[in-house]
């Protein structure tokens, strides 16, 4: 399956010369209920489903605790953690894991727009239980190789278009999971992530998050 944010849920709060960094909350836990997020005691983003992300929120940089909840609850936190947002910085914040074993993942964004035309791609592999894989275009053509669980992967910036991504197990052409019709704008960054369980319940699929600049 393919999923991509819509710009309604991602309000374009950065820019690169102001003071403020920026987060944004992920939920990649498979099965996760929704959930409550404070930073230093404050309530940041509420009843966040698997698989939605919050809006950017533009933060100080410094040191912040994180609490997440079951929606609804202020007791006994499934996640108490803390960490550092330097300045000038947008960082995706990712809840991984299986619930209720689940930790907080930064995924730092880029802070300057590309200007040349193309449009930038990486793959993010969050599903907990999968094996290393390659993301390959439908013509065969290899983009990413060998990321397993939390792997992070440069950036490859392609002509923009539509695409489809084949995601195989590594240096084989075993099909883990076909991600259809992504249109990739010029000028964009985008992160691919892999959520879900393979061969479980919630079934592995693909998220296409643009990250606006």
Not at 178 to 204: F, H
């Amino acid at each position: 399956m393919f999923y991509c944010p819509s710009a309604d849920m991602t309000d374009y709060y950065y820019r690169a010369n102001q003071i403020n960094s920026y987060i944004r909350i992920f939920n990649a836990s498979p099965n996760s209920p929704a959930l409550d997020i404070y930073a230093n005691g404050n309530l940041i983003v509420t009843n966040l489903a698997y698989k939605e992300f919050s809006q950017y929120i533009p933060v100080p940089p410094g040191n912040y605790n994180i609490k997440v909840y079951p929606s609804g609850q202020t007791t006994n936190p499934v996640i108490d953690s803390n960490i550092n947002i330097p300045a000038n910085t947008v960082f995706n914040i990712a809840i991984i894991g299986t619930f209720p074993n689940i930790s907080l993942y930064t995924i730092q964004e880029p802070t300057t727009a590309q200007n040349f035309g193309r449009a930038c791609i990486r793959f993010i592999n969050l599903s907990p239980n999968s094996p290393a894989v390659d993301i390959k275009l439908s013509d065969g053509t290899k983009v990413f190789r060998n990321v397993g669980y939390k792997g992070i992967t440069d950036y490859a910036c392609i002509p923009p278009g539509t695409y489809t991504f084949i995601i195989t197990l590594t240096d084989t052409e075993d099909i883990v999971l076909t991600v259809s019709n992504v249109n990739l704008e010029p000028n964009t960054y985008y992160t691919i992530y892999t959520v879900g369980l393979t061969g479980k319940s919630p079934a592995l699929e693909a998220i296409v998050a643009p990250e606006p600049r």
